[in-house]
């Protein structure tokens, strides 16, 4: 019933630019946040942003460290999508890279809306997840 379906990735040449989608069914991604998370080989899984269900939120985006100034997360609700820019790919952004829903009930502390921080890159706290799409930065 609830799917996430990631797309936009390939092959592309270091200092190139892609757009990654999430595309949800079974869900209104009205009541959810968005993480992004990539997993290299050999590596842990790595969270780089989050976007809130909300533009009302203090926290409407949150990017890690690694990716600040080069990654940009957007989403539009009419088409239950969500998106990731990617500029000056680098070789080592190659990875697999998975979209993530997180629910964000009405009744919350925060009157529904998510307040995306440090937290949203961990993993654990996701309650759907697409199959990735794969993402290979080369000359």
């Known amino acids: 019933q609830v799917q996430l379906v990631e797309s936009g990735g390939g092959l592309v040449q270091p200092g190139g630019s892609l757009r990654l989608s999430c595309t949800a069914s079974?869900?209104?991604?009205?009541?959810?946040?968005i993480g992004w998370f990539r997993q290299a080989p050999g590596k842990e899984r790595e969270g780089v942003s989050c976007?809130?269900?909300?533009?009302?939120?203090?926290?409407?985006?949150y990017y890690a460290d690694s990716v600040k100034g080069r990654f940009t997360t957007s989403r539009d609700n009419a088409k239950n999508t969500a998106y990731l820019h990617i500029n000056n790919l680098k070789p080592e952004d190659t990875a697999v890279y998975y979209c993530?829903?997180?629910?964000?009930?009405?009744?919350?502390?925060?009157?529904?809306?998510?307040?995306?921080?440090?937290?949203?890159?961990?993993?654990?706290?996701?309650?759907?997840w697409g199959q990735g799409t794969q993402v290979t930065v080369s000359s």
């Open positions: 079974g869900i209104a991604l009205d009541y959810y946040a």
């Open positions: 976007i809130s269900n909300s533009d009302d939120s203090d926290g409407y985006t």
């Open positions: 993530a829903a997180d629910f964000v009930p009405l009744e919350t502390a925060a009157g529904g809306v998510y307040y995306c921080s440090r937290y949203s890159l961990d993993s654990n706290d996701y309650d759907y």
